[in-house]
């Protein structure tokens, strides 16, 4: 597969997806892309703004096993991964799987559960494989989380630990639609009073899991230079040298910049990347990395405010 057919997919899924949500064209954008360079992205926004539908119907479009799971503040992690239970019948234990065995998994607002529970997320998402009393299951190289939460300033939410937040490649923040945008949600939603699934809309299956292993090997081709790489690595470090951040993004950022900003290019038709590309996904990439000084907080800054300041003040080669 050539980068050309892989932008010839992107458009495919992108309209089969338009069929069942209205808008969101940037976050469906950032979830090809996430798909295509091998990684997981959390949806942030208000209840109602058709996260859950997006995620469903995104996994209808690109042919993946769906599943989910509604995180709430008693789910257990033996709930997520499963656990190994005794068969009286059979005198052996026996291995129930959760959830987390599917291709794409919606973790439906995930920070509506303690940080224990979360973190049975973590070898999953990091290596793509669970373990249950030592015994290692893989999940599949196509694994993708997509994961909800709501504002922090709601109430019965817990932050996100560190080191979960970084094993997400994008945050991205799901607003409220345009007033032409609800409009037109209102006038092709509003019949129903209950979500319908996405086949229901039209939605159809455009790949499948050759298409897409084909696609990832094409995007990992597509060519990297120097003057990125080092536009690249002076992104994320300027997160550290910034006062107003008590911590920067770490290395691995970088690294998933690079291989996002791959998916983006190939997604345009492009087998080489080019500085828009790194620029139009650094703060989906890097506000969830940084946390913001004291001092700052104190003086109301916020860090998507900085993580913006940052990459406007940094030049990008031309």
């Keep these: ?21 209205v808008g969101q064209d940037s976050t469906v954008e950032l979830m090809l892309v996430a798909l295509f360079a091998g990684g997981h992205i959390l949806l942030e926004g208000p209840p109602g703004t058709a996260k859950t539908l997006l995620a469903h119907s995104f996994a209808q479009a690109v042919g993946l096993d769906y599943g989910r799971i509604q995180f709430t503040p008693d789910l257990m992690p033996g709930d997520i991964i499963g656990a190994n ?5 059979t005198s052996k234990f026996t291995l129930t799987r959760g959830p987390i065995f599917t291709e794409l998994l919606l973790a439906d607002e995930i920070n509506r559960t303690p940080p224990k529970t979360q ?6 998402m990091q290596e793509r494989q669970v373990t249950i009393d030592g015994q290692t299951h893989q999940l ?9 939460q709501n504002p922090i300033e709601q109430q019965g939410v817990y932050p996100l630990p560190e080191a979960q937040l970084d094993r997400f490649l994008f945050k991205q923040r799901v607003d409220y639609p345009t007033l032409e945008q609800e409009r037109t949600i209102i006038a092709t939603h509003g019949a129903r ?17 050759s298409l897409l292993t084909a696609a990832m090997n094409a995007v990992a081709e597509v060519r990297l230079v120097d003057e990125v790489i ?4 002076a992104l994320v470090r300027g997160t550290r040298e910034a006062s107003d951040l008590e911590s920067g ?8 910049l690079a291989g996002a900003a791959r998916a ?6 492009r087998d080489f990347v080019i500085p828009d590309d790194v620029k139009a996904l650094a703060p989906a990439i890097l506000r969830h990395r940084v946390i913001l000084s004291p001092a700052a907080e104190i003086n109301g800054r916020r860090v998507e405010d900085i993580v913006t300041s940052i990459i406007e003040t940094i030049e990008a080669p031309r």
């Design 1 to 21: 597969m050539n980068v050309e057919e892989v932008q010839k997919l992107g458009n495919a899924i992108r309209g089969e997806i338009a069929k069942a949500v």
């Design 85 to 89: 239970l005794f068969d009286f019948k």
């Design 119 to 124: 973190a049975a997320l973590l070898e999953a």
């Design 140 to 148: 599949g190289e196509r694994f993708m989380v997509v994961a909800t």
């Design 193 to 209: 009073s209950s979500a319908m699934e996405p086949a229901a809309w039209g939605v159809s299956r455009q790949a499948d899991a």
């Design 230 to 233: 080092d536009y690249i690595a």
């Design 249 to 256: 993004a770490s290395p691995r950022a970088g690294s998933m």
């Design 264 to 269: 983006r290019a190939a997604i345009d038709g």
